[in-house]
């Protein structure tokens, strides 16, 4: 079953912010992007919910060499993206 990737106003400039400064991360974002619309359970995104202020969140990997994570909301095959950045900035 297809997703629909639903994004806001805040996280396309939080996204447009990160991929200026992190060019190289581009193509692995996109592919990332095209997976979970796919199948956001599939194991190479390593989904997995979030806790403590983060509860009700979900986050994925997009490259462990930059520990980057997006956070995602999963409603009625929406995934709606909320950040994106390295491990502690997400966090």
Do not use: W
């Not at 509860?55 to 994570?69: A, C, F, P, T, W």
């Amino acid at each position: 079953m297809p997703y629909e990737i639903e994004y806001t106003q805040t996280y396309e400039k939080k996204l447009f912010k990160f991929l200026k400064k992190h060019k190289d991360i581009v193509p692995r974002y996109k592919k990332t992007i095209l997976l979970m619309e796919a199948d956001p359970f599939h194991p190479s995104l390593r989904l997995h919910p979030l806790q403590g202020k983060l509860k009700g969140l979900h986050s994925v990997s997009i490259d462990m060499q930059y520990r980057i994570s997006i956070e995602f909301y999963i409603e009625d095959s929406k995934i709606i993206p909320v950040n994106i950045g390295t491990h502690d900035e997400v966090y």
